[in-house]
RNA sequence: GGUCGCGUGGCCGAGUGGCUUAGGCACUGGUCUGCAAAACCAGUUACAGCGGUUCGAAUCCGCUCGCGACCUCCA
């Protein structure tokens, strides 16, 4: 099954053709989120990214199993605070059981998820539902002379894997610049080396997550769940693993370690990356605090925004940036993003009401060969977009009656927009316009008495009745062959 | 400090050697409309700076300036 996509590689720097190991099954495992606080725009983007390549690779014939995890046993905090898990530490903070923010936070996540039309992942797997696997997979590691315990925590040796093997083969690190450069830390560290990380960690008295392991309770090390899960619901290896570019290094780096170390194989086949959001050209952060939750766009509840942004006004604007490049946030894009999803929107609609003609005055079978042909191309979404708005200004000059389509070409235009508006990019229209229940027919009695007063140029009142329609968001457009109308939430 | 990346028109954002008018938004003019809205047509504003390679560069190379990412939890 041969089809021509292309992704861009981490692994090899550069785009290469993807050939699935085992065809026609792909194995996907992505990084989710560490639930200890609100999703925001840069989980949604790369949410959205890999849910277009899940789509994509489904769409195009593939079985695909999708493994994104939730991180719920909590990264440690930094070197000076102890180990204390963050998850941990927000619990105490909040007085509650560190379950109940995972629960909290995890219900959060697959709220904003869903509102973004998300596809479920195959398997959501649990960090803290892994343990066992964990600690199986550091024995595993140690057994190979890749680990060693210090006081109840182990530690991967770096340098000793780096021996026979490249650590930093992902993210172009050099073992020996890494040592040169790390900053001292006061000792206070049981690593033989700086560039050493925990594979478990002791907890410490005030820890609460903490589970038993042969070297003491405590907890699974930053980078272990990915590597452990990944393994275990795709195998070794398997085909592709992506996740944001921040997550690169260290994170990435050590699972390929960890993996090689454990399984003795090249865990991933292809390794991709979604760049940052930005704000004020700045990378959106926790640790920065420049974040925006979901939440927030959604209901236009933050400073920095000017009003609320619709689920699919946040989609199409993460799609219309490619995914490797950086996305600066402002409202202005934003709005920009709103306005260009609500013409391609209206445009597919009316395409479903077209009529076809003799012939075609536009050539949509190129027009959907380029569609493909942008996708397969790692990932083009923007390019993919422009060649849909060409798709709208097409169905819209066939209704004015600038253009003809021919059935055969009606039909592939409307199938257009189906695969990749829909399927592929993931797009959703937004609440039916045609009306539900009582709302359609009271509707259809409004415009009426509003033509009847046109007809009888009366247009105080046909103005009164289309004013008091704009004010509750809905619009009217006098054309043609009646008044249409369309709602805007 | 080390490693890597970026700088495109009013905004967002594609494009890697020679017509891409990319596309969206905004703006201007036109068509349509009772007026609008929507739509269609046309138009305006580019490739950070300097130098080099080349018949030809936004696209390759060098330098300068500016910005950012990673090196610590992060999508």
Not at 100 to 115: G, S
Not at 149 to 160: H, I, N, R
Not at 325 to 333: K, R
Request: glycine share 8%; net charge negative.
């Amino acid at each position: 099954m041969a089809i021509n996509l292309e992704f861009y590689n981490t692994l090899n720097r550069k785009k290469e053709v993807f050939e699935p190991l085992n065809p026609p099954n792909v194995g996907m495992y992505v990084c989710g989120p560490t639930v200890y606080g609100d999703p925001h725009l840069g989980h949604a983007r790369a949410a959205i990214v890999f849910d277009v390549v899940f789509r994509l690779l489904s769409h195009f014939g593939y079985k695909v199993r999708y493994v994104r995890n939730i991180t719920d046993v909590g990264h440690l905090e930094n070197d000076a605070d102890g180990g204390e898990d963050k998850i941990a530490k927000k619990a105490r903070l909040e007085q509650l059981e560190p379950m109940e923010i995972v629960q909290l936070y995890t219900d959060q996540y697959h709220k904003a998820m869903d509102a973004l039309n998300m596809l479920h992942p195959s398997i959501e797997p649990r960090a803290s539902g892994h343990i066992i696997e964990q600690i199986a997979m550091i024995e595993e590691i140690m057994e190979n002379g890749f680990g060693y315990e210090k006081d109840g925590s182990v530690y991967f040796d770096v340098v000793e894997y780096n021996k026979k093997n490249h650590y930093g083969k992902l993210s172009g690190r050099v073992v020996e610049e890494l040592l040169d450069n790390t900053r001292d830390l006061e000792g206070q560290d049981d690593k033989k080396n700086s560039v050493d990380f925990a594979l478990w960690k002791k907890a410490q008295p005030e820890h609460i997550m903490r589970w038993p392991s042969p070297w003491s309770v405590g907890f699974p090390g930053w980078h272990l769940e990915c590597s452990t899960m990944g393994a275990k619901y795709l195998g070794s290896p398997f085909d592709i693993h992506g996740g944001g570019m921040d997550l690169l290094f260290p994170h990435h780096e050590c699972e390929i370690a960890q993996s090689q170390a454990a399984n003795k194989q090249d865990p991933v086949k292809y390794w991709m990356h979604n760049n940052m959001i930005t704000i004020n050209g700045q990378k959106m952060s926790k640790s920065l605090n420049n974040f925006i939750t979901l939440d927030q766009l959604f209901e236009g509840d933050h400073e920095a925004l000017d009003q609320a942004y619709a689920p699919m006004t946040i989609r199409f604007f993460i799609l219309q940036a490619h995914y490797r490049g950086t996305l600066d946030f402002s409202n202005d894009a934003l709005k920009a993003a709103e306005k260009g999803y609500r013409k391609l929107m209206n445009s597919i609609a009316t395409a479903s009401k077209l009529s076809p003609g003799e012939k075609s005055t536009s050539d949509i079978p190129a027009l959907v060969e380029n569609c493909e042909k942008a996708i397969k191309d790692d990932l083009s979404t923007s390019i993919l977009i422009s060649h849909l708005f060409e798709g709208v200004r097409i169905t819209n000059s066939v209704k004015i009656g600038e253009e003809t389509i021919s059935k055969g070409d009606l039909s592939l235009l409307n199938k257009m927009f189906e695969d990749y508006a829909f399927n592929i990019l993931g797009f959703q229209a937004e609440a039916d316009q045609t009306g539900q229940g009582v709302i359609g027919p009271l509707m259809d009695l409004i415009l009426d008495i509003r033509q009847d007063a046109r007809v009888n140029k009366n247009f105080d009142i046909s103005d009164k009745i289309r004013d008091a329609l704009t004010t509750m968001k809905i619009t009217t457009k006098d054309e043609k062959d009646g008044t249409s109308w369309t709602y805007d939430e």
